[in-house]
Nanobody, 116 residues
């Protein structure tokens, strides 16, 4: 059974940091790129960051470039999203997915709220 389980979300003040994790199982992690997406209330889902199978290639949305860092640990079948200098507009449900431009599997999401 394929599973992607996000964790690490929560409430943080503007300027703060969070690290999201995406623990995966049920598929060959090393054969898939991993991406992070987010969806704010009333808005479409947005691709935030993605990382290639080997980790050698990454890509970020302009809105998070320089603040967010995506990484992966093949030994743990887990991907991460380090989020620094958070802003209120980063508030959203964050999802991880398997894939670079098409997404075969999705997690259930974790809420990130940036507010003072």
């Amino acid at each position: 059974q394929v599973q992607l389980v996000e964790s690490g979300g929560g409430l943080v003040q503007p300027g703060g940091s969070l690290r999201l994790s995406c623990a995966t199982s049920g598929f060959t992690f090393n054969r898939y790129a991993v991406s992070w997406h987010r969806q704010a209330p009333g808005k479409e889902r947005e691709l935030v960051a993605r990382i290639s199978t080997t980790g050698s290639n990454t890509n970020y949305a302009q809105s998070v470039k320089g603040r967010f860092t995506i990484s992966r640990d093949s030994a743990k079948n887990t991907a991460y999203l380090q989020m620094n200098s958070l802003k209120p507009e980063d508030t959203a449900v964050y999802f991880c997915a398997a894939g670079w431009s098409t997404f075969d599997y999705w997690g259930q999401g974790t809420q990130v709220t940036v507010s003072s």
